[in-house]
């Protein structure tokens, strides 16, 4: 998660990034409250498959809204990965990584 908000304080404009964090720890404390009481519901209403299935529409929303929010550089979202993967980022804590993917603010 760590990573992930450095990411996303970096996407959005400066005076949203706050509102845009909040957001995104609300939605993670969210899921990790429901996520086991649906899980169980639907397991326990419809059986195992389903549970797979269900994810199908959840990625296919949140991957077309990101591709509609976010005017990203490959280059520069790939350059931010390799960085998060190598020996440079560890033990670090509290780093602002600026990736824009050439949003306009």
Do not use: N
Not at 22 to 49: D, E, F, K, M
Not at 63 to 70: M, T
């Amino acid at each position: 998660m760590p990573a992930g908000l450095a990411l996303l304080a970096r996407t959005v404009p400066p005076e949203q990034a706050a509102r845009a964090t909040g957001r995104a720890l609300g939605a993670a404390g969210s899921a990790t409250a429901a996520g086991p009481v649906l899980g169980g519901a639907l397991t326990s209403l419809a059986g195992w498959p389903w549970v797979f299935l269900a994810v199908v529409p959840l990625t296919a929303a949140a991957a077309a809204a990101a591709r509609s929010r976010r005017a990203a550089d490959p280059a520069e979202v790939a350059e931010a990965a390799a960085w998060l993967l190598s020996d440079r980022s560890s033990y670090v804590t509290g780093t602002v990584l600026r990736v824009d993917g050439g949003m306009l603010a």
